[in-house]
């Protein structure tokens, strides 16, 4: 069976490699055709790699589930920034949603007195 976080991994790396009908198959039939056709996918990552340059690396999912639907955030470190790509699924882990955000802050560790 597959997970949450595997196939928001799969959706971004066929983003990654160009293969956008691959990325638009992965996405729930409840989203409007236009929204995530492979030509509008086409177009949000050579946005993404317009403004951020070519993606380095992904660091591991973290998943939550968050009105019912399944949050995959994905901190993506590009040639200049790091984001968080968000992908949003539904209960079949099919995709419902995909944006970029500021990273996550790092998390807090209090200083020693």
Partial sequence: MTTHADAALRFLRALERGDHDAASAAVSPEVP???MSPTRL???WAQLLG?????LSLDPIDVVIDQGRHVADCAARF???EVTL???LDDGARVVGFWATPP??????PPPY
């Fill in 51 to 55: 403004h951020l340059g070519a993606l």
């Fill in 42 to 44: 086409r177009d949000v």
């Fill in 79 to 81: 040639v200049r920034s």
């Fill in 104 to 109: 996550r802050a790092p998390a807090y560790d």
């Fill in 86 to 88: 968000r992908v949003v």
């Fill in 33 to 35: 055709a236009d929204a």
